[in-house]
């Protein structure tokens, strides 16, 4: 790397990671520029939290994640019984649809407001790494058909981009997400409560289609918004905006597909066999 973009990544590390982003000479860093510029980035009033910083903390946790969802856990339950953890589920259930109420996006302006608000952005990452243990559950459970592909990119990806935005200090466009998300999961994780209480305490829901509905309205919606730096100047990091639309147009489509497998040509089959046997 040249010494004028040496010490332009050093400059926006340390004064506004996010304004690297968008420069121009951006595009002409080599592949090893361009990951030495990366471990470089992040915003300095948060860098030595926990989890913030090298990438290297937070993809070690999706790695663990990942080997313990589909290879540890599942060998370490070989042979054994599940494991009856119901109030526990309950629980966990329970405290995530209550901390989904809490959030907000963040500032990297240098203004005393700005504090506070990486303070709830940083507990923001800390959820994402808390959602993961439901997954675990699955697993101790005996439930592996749960943790299909799907399940575990959204959770991988949810905690690497929010994770990304957070250690760089982005904001503006940004702050939609944690208020649609945490929306979505108060409604969500309500649901998975109620479904984990015993049968005859449980009540009729009915309702469960309509999570997925609002999980895709949501994807559908931030995709619209974050694509919107793309075609104006809101002085927001293209490269990141990008990341934002791409993702959320892949969570629209993985879940349309789901949604329509469960449900929609579920329920067809069902019509056409109750329709055979009539004849």
Not at 93 to 105: D, E, H, K, P, Q
Not at 123 to 145: P, S
Request: proline fraction near 5%.
């Amino acid at each position: 790397m040249s010494s004028a973009n040496m010490s332009k990544v050093s400059s926006a590390a340390i004064i506004m990671p996010s304004a690297l982003l968008s420069e121009a000479s951006f595009a002409d860093m080599t592949a090893r520029e361009l990951w030495n510029a990366f471990l470089q980035m992040g915003d300095s009033r948060i860098t030595h939290w926990t989890l913030m910083g090298s990438p290297f903390k937070v993809l070690s946790v999706i790695g663990a994640y990942l080997i313990f969802s589909k290879k540890l856990g599942p060998w370490m339950m070989r042979g054994r019984p599940p494991f009856n953890i119901r109030p526990l589920v309950i629980t966990y259930n329970v405290f995530m649809s209550r901390y989904s109420l809490i959030c907000a996006g963040n500032d990297s302006a240098t203004n005393p407001y700005a504090q506070p608000m990486f303070d709830h952005a940083w507990w923001y990452v800390i959820l994402k790494v808390g959602e993961l243990l439901d997954t675990v559950f699955f697993v101790l459970m005996k439930k592996e058909t749960h943790i299909s592909f799907l399940h575990l990119l959204h959770h991988s990806l949810a905690l690497w981009t929010v994770w990304l935005d957070v250690n760089l200090g982005i904001t503006g466009q940004t702050a939609l997400f944690p208020i649609l998300n945490c929306s979505v999961h108060v409604v969500m994780y309500t649901y998975y409560g109620l479904s984990a209480l015993p049968k005859e305490m449980r009540p009729n829901l009915w309702w469960k289609k309509y999570v997925t509905q609002f999980q895709i309205a949501q994807f559908l919606l931030l995709m619209l918004h974050g694509s919107v730096p793309l075609f104006y100047d809101c002085q927001f990091p293209p490269l990141m905006a990008s990341l934002m639309t791409f993702e959320a147009g892949l969570f629209t489509y993985l879940f349309s597909d789901f949604y329509v497998k469960t449900y929609l040509k579920t329920h067809t089959q069902y019509s056409d066999s109750k329709l055979s046997k009539t004849e």
